[in-house]
């Protein structure tokens, strides 16, 4: 089975400043991917990055990195230059190759302060 | 385009009562899914769709009935909702690829009092 792990209590994060948001995860099959969420106090489910287990790079979209430790099993995000409308819940997910489903973490909150 | 849409956006149900959900998606997407999420858990599989005319149990299928008659709705139905139903009930939809990230709806708002 997958399984998503996010521990990370809530965070304050200076306005302008990197966060960074821990996911580590846990499969036997060496094919998968995996995703990070937005979900701002309005509720919608925003899609920010997705990695693939065989990408030889660590994704990046925009502001948004992912550092991808695969021996670690570890798809932490990265938020660059953080911004006020930065403030929401960050969901990890993964999903097997093949598979159809998606797995989700528990959630980073994040607020970011001026 | 409207991408993923969900009615109705809020409803208050008795204990007992049934109800369905609706889901639509307008961008020809194969795979059709419905989560709930609660507070502290993330979002959680209840049935889901790998095309028209199929469904699948997912984490969390007990107390809910699942339907894809046409492509692009996928309906969600509540028989006799109890309390422990009181969530918020997201759709998604995606193309048959693996990589291709899902896309929400806005979510349901479901009290059951």
């Known amino acids: 089975a997958q399984k998503i792990t996010q521990t990370q209590p809530g965070m304050f994060v200076q306005e302008k400043e990197a966060v960074t948001l821990d996911c580590t995860y846990d499969?036997?099959?060496?094919?998968?991917?995996l995703f990070w969420y937005k979900q701002p106090s309005s509720g919608e489910m925003i899609f920010l990055i997705y990695?693939?287990?065989?990408?030889?790079q660590n994704a990046t979209e925009g502001r948004y990195s992912l550092n991808f430790q695969k021996a670690r099993k570890s798809a932490n995000l990265v938020i660059s230059a953080s911004q006020l409308g930065d403030s929401a819940m960050y969901f990890c997910?993964?999903?097997?190759?093949?598979?159809?489903?998606?797995?989700f973490g528990k959630g980073n909150q994040v607020v970011v302060i001026p | 385009n409207a991408g993923v849409t969900q009615t109705p956006k809020f409803r208050v149900l008795k204990t007992g009562q049934s109800m369905t959900l609706l889901c639509a998606q307008d961008?020809?997407?194969?795979?059709m899914y419905w989560y709930r999420q609660d507070p502290g858990m993330g979002l959680r599989l209840i049935h889901y769709?790998?095309?028209?005319?199929?469904?699948a149990k997912g984490e969390v299928p007990d107390g809910y009935n699942v339907s894809r008659l046409k492509k692009q709705n996928f309906l969600l139905g509540l028989e006799s909702a109890a309390p422990s139903q009181t969530s918020v009930y997201f759709c998604?939809?995606?193309?048959?690829?693996?990589?291709?990230?899902?896309?929400f709806g806005p979510g349901t708002r479901l009290l059951v009092l």
């Open positions: 998604a939809s995606r193309t048959g690829r693996t990589q291709e990230t899902q896309y």
């Open positions: 499969t036997s099959d060496p094919s998968y991917g």
């Open positions: 990695q693939g287990s065989y990408d030889q």
């Open positions: 997910a993964m999903t097997r190759y093949g598979n159809n489903r998606l797995a």
């Open positions: 961008m020809n997407h194969e795979y």
């Open positions: 769709s790998v095309g028209e005319g199929t469904t």
